[in-house]
Structure formats: C-alpha cells, structure tokens
C-alpha cells in the first residue's frame, strides 16, 4: 500500500470518529492494552452490597454500570456530555435508574448523604461534592487518568497544553485526606498500550478531544507517517498510559 493509499485510510477513520457511550469496540483488536495491577471491577464488587444505594458519575451508555447487575431502584447516574446524557436517558431512565445531567463548576444534583457508594471511572469530580452526597461511612471509588496520560503522543500531534502532570495519586492521596477522608487502598501505574496501526490512533484520538485537542489527519502528516514507519518497523506504535485509583471513605460523624 502506497503513504498516498495510507493518508486516505487514516482521512477515512477520522471522518468515522464517532462515539455513543464508552464504546471503543471499533478498534477492538488493533490496540493492546496492558494490564493495570488491579482489577476495577472486582474492586467496586468488594464493596458493593445488595441495599447499597450508589451513584455511578459520567457513566457513559451505563456499560460498566449495568455489568453489576445493581437494583436499578437504588441506582443513580451522572453525565455532563449531552450526546451520552441523551442516550443515557433512553437507555437507563426507563429501566427506573435515576438520570441527571451534570455542568462543571456545579453542585452535583442530589441531596446531601444520599450514597452508601458513589463510583467514578475516569470522569471529573469534587472533593467537597463527593463528600457531601456520602453518608457517613460511605465509600467513593475512582480509577483516574493521569495527568501525564498518551503525553508523548500528545506533544507528537500538536496538542501539549492540556497535559497536568500535577493530577497524580501523590497529590490526590492528599486532597481527600484534607477533606476528611480516610484512605482504603490506593494505587499508581504506568503501562505501555500498543497501537497496532495508525488508522486505530487516528480514530481513538479524533474521539478524544480533551486529550488531542484539534488533531486533524492533514494537519499532522508528518508526524504519522513517522508513527507509521515505527509501526512497520517494530509492529506497534507504543503510549504509556498513566492511571491510579483511590478507594475512600467518609468519615463518620464522630471518628
């Protein structure tokens, strides 16, 4: 296949950039994801129990949420992105979990101690709001990605002002514990993903505008097709991946 042939495949994936949800299945097989040293789910699952009442903020389609198997009853969700709130909406209100929208800089809409649980994968939160809608002795459970995430890859295709090297388990360990919360477990990683062709980058940076900013195929040529002569080369375009997790604790009222 000639670069020519290349560049229209790599124009083709960023035209179909388009995502419902968190789903990434369109690149499914073209990308090797390294494992991280825990497993999120069987996390949540340890604390999980069947008259939990839990919150699952920026849940995407509610992929991950309808996994659990939760009594929708006891279930709310979150979502500030409209296109997933919308779909939120008609995938999960009519199964009787409770929907709201959120905005940035704002009070997440629900009453104070209304969780025994309150899970976060990869979505913005506030400390003082997660604290506030906990009951006392209530759990918060995040997996996060870092700040320094895809930071190579980033600066490679022109976008390095959104890097914070500063949102990292070190200082967030320390947020929490000023805000009254006492610390479970908690861990870092920083793991090696294997993209296995560049129309697969293309696509999951085109769907990934906080990270990526303005990436356009055109405007990033160059750096491609020495993506692409590397992936030849050595079989996979390589980005570390930066993620830690936190599992928390409200303090009750007199500890």
């Given amino acids: 296949m000639t670069q020519t042939e290349k560049h229209a495949l790599w124009t083709q994936e ?19 994801e390294a494992p991280l040293p825990w497993d999120y789910k069987q996390k949540v699952l340890d604390f999980l129990k069947p008259q939990s009442v839990i919150l699952d903020m920026g849940t995407g389609g509610g992929e991950f949420l309808l996994s659990l198997r939760h009594p929708f009853s006891q279930t709310s969700v979150t979502e500030s992105w409209q296109p997933n709130f919308e779909l939120c909406e008609k995938k ?3 199964l009787g979990i409770t929907v709201r929208k959120t905005e940035e800089d704002k009070p997440l809409p629900f009453a104070d101690n209304s969780f025994d649980l309150v899970l976060n994968r990869h979505d913005s939160y506030d400390v003082n709001e997660v604290r ?11 997996q996060q990605v870092g700040g320094s995430n895809n930071l190579r890859l980033r600066a490679l295709l022109g976008n390095n002002k959104t890097a914070m090297p500063s949102f990292n388990l070190e200082n967030e360990l320390l ?81």
Avoid at 133 to 142: A, N, Q
Wanted: glycine share 8%; hydrophobic share 40%; proline share 5%.
């Fill in 14 to 32: 960023e035209q179909s950039a388009e995502m419902h949800g968190w789903d990434f299945s369109h690149i499914r097989g073209r990308v090797e």
């Fill in 92 to 94: 999960l209100a009519p």
């Fill in 132 to 142: 506030r809608v906990l009951k006392p002795g209530g759990y918060f459970i995040t």
């Fill in 175 to 255: 947020r929490f514990k000023n805000a009254g919360f006492t610390v479970n477990f908690c861990d870092q990683a920083y793991v090696t993903d294997h993209y296995l062709d560049v129309g697969a980058l293309v696509w999951y940076a085109k769907v990934l505008p906080w990270e990526f900013g303005n990436f356009t195929v055109e405007s990033c040529l160059p750096q491609l097709d020495a993506l692409d002569a590397l992936c030849e080369k050595q079989g996979y375009i390589p980005s570390v991946q930066h993620r830690f997790m936190l599992i928390v604790r409200n303090r009750k009222p007199k500890e």
